[in-house]
């Protein structure tokens, strides 16, 4: 009997040792210490059904992008000049999250590394997926006008290898930020050693990143493959994104975001946060364009550089670069995508040189009813078409996983009433089956397929630069003026330091004021 009592005292203080560990393990929540905090069985541990928890240091910034901080700001127009005749570019306080974002428009240059990979991949099978992606060369045309010399070599010869890409619409644009995103998380599987380099990919043994995930592309095994903890698995599995080896997708800016990066108002504050001091939560002037709050394109110290033009623009009717030995901007067309002076937030070219597609549809009251925080127009709802078995589908011939829209039944299952579809494009724009205000081809050139652009280029005048005025024109058409960059969004804290998020006290205590 004393035994049995001696052999219930231990295992009660084993008992009450394991909860204190508990206890102390929900100081580490979530970064893959070895207890749950609120079961307190332990992680990581296939003995214990292998639940995992990765110790995640933090996203970093990505290969050729700048961190851009979220924060509010006023959208719209920036000075008093006069408005548009669109009158479209009123004055709202919106936020925005942080992201990061592309240092510079996108070049010819890599976009021709999308138009080789797509033509070794496809090229054999499917070379309408080649020509499809291809710019359109022909937007240098003009009928009184001779540029076939950019026509022959604007996209394809060296000398413009730094220069932006042009003649790409909207939807090719988005396109080239899919393959970005797959290309990007394919290498970082492979210096994880989960994958080998496979450059005889084709058809339907193409790496996406959702493929993948869901276990639909092998690829070749490579020598560090995740280690399976579950006891039940096959004892190595494909990573998925609760291991935070993928990157977010790459895609286009919103306008308010490519608006606010555009604005670098965080040059306007006098006393930013640095790692010695908090910063103060105030802008001294808003910006009339990207460099700085003055209402000038000419660089104003006293220095070799005062009198410079700051932009690529056409300074008047038929003045394009000024007179020989002494070129106002030096550049005829666009310029190579990092001249000129960067903004506060390091981006090049947030004025003049090519305008830039944004994410959004056009609607020419798009500040009304506006979502106060991240706002954006065309939100296209989908998700993975599934099997009867209610398993995803199995891949195209490209490759990729189907999608399709979201169903109405599907939106109001949910207990979404706002809208009975997952297109919203159209969504409180002022339209309705009675009045029929949109109907494109009737009475407007304005529909869902409408997308926005801005950021002025070397074909505009002055007043085009300002990063409120916004202009819009049919997503599959293209110019020799439109560009793009893109963007990616930020995960977790908005700080790009990996700090947590949320205003830190350390050990301090609630003390009664």
């Not at 011939?397 to 039944?409: A, K, M, N």
Request: glycine fraction near 12%; include cysteine.
């Amino acid at each position: 009997m004393k035994r049995k009592l001696i052999g219930i005292s231990l295992l009660c203080i084993g008992a009450a040792t394991f909860f204190t560990a508990c206890s102390s393990g929900s100081k580490n929540k979530g970064k893959g210490a070895g207890i749950s905090s609120v079961t307190g069985w332990p992680l990581n541990d296939r003995r214990f059904g292998g639940y995992e928890v990765t110790n995640y240091p933090g996203q970093l910034t990505p290969v050729g992008m700048v961190f851009v901080q979220g924060g509010r700001f006023t959208m719209g127009a920036t000075d008093d000049e006069m408005p548009t005749l669109d009158n479209n570019s009123h004055r709202r306080t919106v936020s925005v999250s942080s992201f990061y974002m592309d240092e510079t428009e996108v070049s010819n240059v890599s976009y021709r590394e999308y138009t080789y990979w797509a033509s070794r991949v496809y090229g054999n099978d499917f070379p309408d997926v080649v020509l499809r992606i291809q710019p359109d060369s022909t937007v240098w045309r003009s009928p009184l006008g001779f540029n076939e010399n950019y026509v022959k070599n604007y996209f394809q010869h060296a000398a413009y290898n730094n220069y932006p890409v042009v003649g790409v619409n909207w939807y090719q644009a988005n396109d080239f930020c899919q393959w970005r995103t797959d290309r990007v998380n394919e290498l970082l599987l492979i210096y994880a050693g989960e994958l080998r380099p496979n450059a005889t990919q084709s058809g339907e043994d193409v790496f996406t990143t959702e493929s993948y995930i869901n276990g639909m592309y092998q690829g070749t095994e490579g020598p560090g493959k995740h280690r399976d903890l579950d006891p039940n698995g096959a004892g190595k599995r494909v990573r998925k994104r609760f291991d935070g080896t993928y990157l977010p997708d790459y895609r286009l800016p919103t306008e308010a975001e490519w608006e606010y990066a555009a604005l670098g108002l965080i040059g306007n504050n006098p006393t930013p946060e640095n790692k010695r001091r908090r910063g103060e939560e105030v802008v001294t002037d808003r910006n009339v364009y990207p460099w700085g709050p003055k209402n000038t394109t000419r660089y104003g110290l006293h220095n070799q550089y005062q009198g410079e033009f700051e932009g690529n623009f056409m300074r008047a009717k038929g003045d394009a670069m000024g007179v020989a030995g002494g070129l106002n901007d030096n550049a005829d067309i666009t310029s190579p995508v990092n001249s000129f002076l960067a903004n506060a937030f390091g981006l090049y070219n947030m004025a003049g040189n090519v305008n830039e597609w944004v994410m959004d549809t056009y609607r020419p009251k798009s500040h009304e009813d506006v979502n106060e925080f991240r706002p954006f127009r065309g939100n296209n709802y989908q998700r993975f078409r599934l099997q009867e078995d209610g398993t995803v589908e199995e891949v195209d011939t490209l490759g990729r996983i189907p999608y399709q829209d979201v169903t109405p039944s599907e939106i109001l299952a949910n207990g979404r009433y706002e809208s009975r579809t997952g297109s919203l494009g159209s969504y409180k724009d002022g339209d309705s089956l009675s009045n029929n205000f949109y109907a494109y081809g009737t009475n407007t050139l304005i529909n869902d397929s409408t997308k926005v652009y801005k950021g002025g280029s070397w074909a505009d005048r002055a007043f085009w630069l300002s990063p409120g005025t916004r202009r819009y024109m049919q997503g599959h058409l293209s110019s020799n003026q439109i560009g793009f960059r893109c963007v990616m969004d930020r995960l977790g804290s908005p700080d790009g330091d990996n700090q947590p998020g949320g205003n830190s006290f350390g050990r301090q205590k609630y003390h009664k004021r």
